[in-house]
C-alpha cells in the first residue's frame, strides 16, 4: 500500500515496529515477497520513507492507515490485539496536531469494532473527538497475494464506512487520485461496512465450494467434466465465471478465517449461519477426499510428491494451504511424502511438518515419487517437460487437481489423473471418499 500511494506521487511516511522492515523499505528494498513490489519501491524513490516511530509519521501526514494484523481468536472471531495499541499511538500524536487529521482502518475486524473500541481508544488517548477534531473510517481493501499492486489500482469497487460525510469524502478524494481505473464508491456507516467485508469473502467461499462440489460430482460420473459444466454456468451474468473452477479447498490468510468470523457472528447475535458453517465443513472435507484419491493411485513404491505448497501462486503464504494441509493428512497416515516449492522454504511449514522431505528442485520432487499431486498451480511446474515425468518401468501417476497439465494426458509413462474429470479420479469401493 505505501509503494503503491508513493509511486503515484503521494509522499508517504511508512511506520512499523519491525526495524528490519523500515531499514529495508529505506534501503529501497522490499521487506515481503510480492511480484513487482520491488520495482514499484524503486519507482516511488524519495516519496517513500519509513520509521520506527508511529507519532512521527501521523506528524508528518494528513491521513494514516492502519494496516496491521487482526489475529483469529479461539471461537472465530478477530482480535484487536495489534489494532489498539497502533490506535493509542496514533491517538497520542493526534492530541499535538492542530489540523484535521484522518484515519483509516484497513483491517478486517468484527463488526461493532471500528465505531465501539477503535473509536473510542482514538479519542481517549488523542482528547479530541471524532467526526470534529479528526475522522475515521473503515476501508478493507479486497486484493489477493500475488496481484496486490494490480488489484490495489485497479479494485472492481471501493468500500468506506465514515464517521460523518466529510471524512468519507476525504478518503474518497484520496482514492480517486490513487486508482488508475474509475471504481464505484460505496459509502456508508461503520458496521454496514465492517459487515460487507466479511460478507463479500464468504460469497466467494461458497461459490468456490460448490465449484468443488460439482468437481467432486463430475469425478463419479462417466463423460463427465467439471470445466465445461463450471465454463457453461459462469456465462450466465447472475451466477458470473470468477471464483467458479472446482479444484481443491480454498486457503490463505483470509478466506477461512472471513467464512469462520461471520459464523461467530451470526451466533453471537443469535442469527442462522448454517450455510456458512457448511461451506467451512465442506471445504475442510476437501483434503480427506483428495488424500483418498492419493492413496488409491499409490503403490508403495517411493514416495508421493506434492507440487506446491503455498495457497497460490506467486507468493510465499502457506496459511491453511492445500498442498500443507494435504502433507499433512498423507504424513498422518505414515505415508512417505517429499514437497517442493518455489517460494515456500521450511521456516515457513508448521512445526508438526518439519520433518517433511523438501526437495531441491520441482524436477528433484517428481523423480522421487511413485505419485506426484499438482497442489499449486505455478507456472513453472507446466513448464516442466514432459520427459521428467514420465517412467520407463511403471507409469508413474500425476494427480493434476487444477487440469493444468493437460499435455501429460496419453504420454506413455505417465498414469495421468485429472481431478473434476469422470472416470479417471474415480476411487476404489473400498476407500471412503470423506465427502460431506
Known sequence: MAACFAARGFRVKAADLSSEKVDAINRGMPPVYEPGLEDLIREAGDLLQATRNTGEAVSASEATFIVVGTPSEAGGGFSLQYVLPTCEAIGRALATKKDFHLVILTSTVMPGSTGGEVKAALERFSGKRCGRDFGLCYSPEFIALGTVIRDFYNPDFLLIGESDPRSGEMLADIYKRLCKNSPAISRMNFMNAEITKLAVNTYITTKISYANMLARLCEKLPEADANVVTDALGLDSRIGAKYLKG????????????????????????????????????????????????????????????????????????????????????????????VYDPSADSARVPGSLKSLHMAFSAQDCIAQSDVVVLATPWQQFREIPITEWTRRDQPRAVIDCWRALDHLNGTEGIHYVRLGFGGTAAIPASVSSGAV
Open 247 to 338: 479444484a481443491v479447498s480454498y486457503g490463505g490468510p483470509c478466506f477461512p478465517r472471513d467464512n469462520r468470523a461471520l459464523a461467530a457472528l451470526a451466533a453471537r447475535v443469535g442469527a442462522s449461519s448454517g450455510l456458512a458453517e457448511a461451506t467451512d465443513l465442506f471445504n475442510r472435507a476437501q483434503i480427506k477426499s483428495i488424500a483418498d484419491i492419493v492413496r488409491a493411485h499409490y503403490s508403495g513404491r517411493d514416495s508421493i510428491g506434492i507440487l506446491g505448497l503455498t495457497y497460490k501462486p506467486n507468493t510465499d503464504v502457506v496459511e491453511e494451504a492445500f498442498g500443507l494441509l494435504l502433507a499433512h493428512e498423507l504424513v498422518s497416515a505414515n505415508l512417505p511424502v517429499v
